[in-house]
C-alpha cells in the first residue's frame, strides 16, 4: 500500500458553523463538542497508520481552527462537494477520501479500500441514509466521477455509481454517519465495540437544561 493517500474532509470546528443538523436537536454548543471530540479521534486513530499518508481537507480553505496534530492540511478549494472531493482526490494515484463525522470507522476499513482498490477502479462505503461515508479512486477514474449528484440526499450513492457505469466497484460494509440527533441517538444505542470507537458523546437536551442553538 506504499504510496496510497488518505484525506479526511474536515470543516473548521467554529460554534454555529459545524453539525447545523445536529445542532438544532441537542444545542450548537453539544453539536460543536461532537465534532470537535469526533474529528480529532478519527484523526488520531486514522492518521499514526503508516500503511498510507494522511491529508486533512480543510474548509474554509484559510480558517484559523484547532486542527488534529499529525495530517498535513489541504484547502478544499470552492465549487461544490463533488467539486471539492475530485480536486482532493486528482494528485493522487490511489486515493481514498472520508467524512469526519463516521464514529464507527477505523484503519480497517481504510486498509480494506486500499484492498478493494487493487481489484476494482472505485469503492465506496455505503451510508445508512443512501450517501457514503467512504470513496475511493484508483488511477482508471472517469472524467467527471461526481456529476450531477443530489447531494445530502438518499439518492447520493446511486446518482454517483451512473458515473462509474461499465467500471469495477466494490462495495464495503453499511456504516451510519452522525447528522441528526437521531443518529446520535442510534449511535449510542448500537453495539459496544462501536461506542468504544467513538468520542465522548454529549448530552441530550434535557440532560444539558435545554441547551437551544
Known sequence: MRGDTLVIFARAPRLGLVKRRLARGIGAVAALRFYRGQLASLAR??????RWRTVLAVTPDRARARWPAGPVRRPQGGGDLGARMQRALAPHR????V???IPGLGPADIAAAFRALGRAEAVFGPAEDGGYWLVGLGPRRPERPFAAVRWSSEHALADTLV????RRVALLRRL???DTAADLAALRCAAPAASRLAP??????AQQGGTHP
Open 200 to 205: 465522548a458523546m454529549p448530552a441530550s437536551p
Open 99 to 101: 467524512g469526519s463525522d
Open 45 to 50: 486513530r486514522l492518521a499514526r497508520d503508516r
Open 94 to 97: 490511489r486515493a481514498v477520501l
Open 176 to 178: 451510519r454517519d452522525v
Open 163 to 166: 458515473n462509474f457505469r461499465g
